[in-house]
């Protein structure tokens, strides 16, 4: 079994920046896959960044040149760097895990843009 342990959300005003970290404990082989995604009051989750064990990133349109997705391997976390923060970056954020071919979820952590 993982679990995974995610921190850093808060309140931020507009342009702000806040890093999230995302770190995984237990029965842990390999990590195929770190990614976050958030969801806002009333919309479907989306993907807002993925990193491979290439390392190989992908980042939602609406993100690109604010936030950056990285890993540390050692510590088997991921973390996201959001620079530049909008009102509409106001959601939920869930980090996902891809372990030994299994998917696994953070608890979530709420990110409020707002002035």
């Known amino acids: 079994q993982v679990q995974l342990l995610e921190s850093g959300g808060g309140l931020v005003q507009p342009g702000g920046s806040l890093r999230l970290s995302c770190a995984a404990s237990?029965?842990?082989?390999?990590?195929?896959?770190m990614g976050w995604y958030r969801q806002a009051p009333g919309k479907e989750r989306e993907r807002v960044a993925g990193?491979?064990?290439?390392?190989?990133?992908l980042y939602a349109d609406s993100v690109k040149g604010r936030f950056t997705i990285s890993r540390d391997n050692a510590k088997n976390t991921v973390y996201l760097q959001m620079n530049s923060l909008k009102p509409e970056d106001t959601a939920v954020y869930y980090c996902?895990?891809?372990?030994?071919?299994?998917?696994?979820w953070g608890q979530g952590t709420q990110v409020t843009v707002s002035s």
């Open positions: 237990g029965s842990i082989f390999s990590i195929n896959y």
């Open positions: 996902k895990y891809i372990v030994d071919g299994y998917a696994y």
């Open positions: 990193i491979t064990s290439g390392p190989n990133t």
